[in-house]
Nanobody, 119 residues
């Protein structure tokens, strides 16, 4: 079955950087759309960034210019490079995988990795 394992979260000061990774198994991967979502305490899960199987990307307005999503199909891994982090970026970050090639709907999720940004 499909499994997603995230890593790379942690505690960082405002203005700092982190890179999240998500390794997928049980799927072809190169044909799957991928995304990063986040959920802060008491808030709904929100999409942060997504990438299609053909490397088209899209971002939430709140992270444009600061975050970059990328993928390495040979490593079955999707990344989220986060620069100039702000306290409001604090959340649990989840990796999502779509059965399809696009980024409309995601069907599988990882367990999440905590990102905490101190002011």
């Amino acid at each position: 079955q499909v499994q997603l394992v995230e890593s790379g979260g942690g505690l960082v000061q405002a203005g700092g950087s982190l890179r999240l990774s998500c390794v997928a198994s049980g799927t072809i991967f190169s044909l799957n759309g991928m995304a990063w979502y986040r959920q802060a305490p008491g808030q709904q899960r929100e999409r942060v960034a997504a990438i299609t199987s053909t490397y088209n990307t899209n971002y939430a307005d709140s992270v444009k210019g600061r975050f970059t999503i990328s993928r390495d199909n040979a490593k079955r891994t999707v990344y989220l490079q986060m620069n100039n982090l702000k306290p409001e970026d604090t959340a649990v970050y989840y990796c999502g995988l779509s059965r399809g090639t696009g980024t409309v709907q995601f069907d599988y999720w990882g367990q999440g990795t905590q990102v905490t940004v101190s002011s």
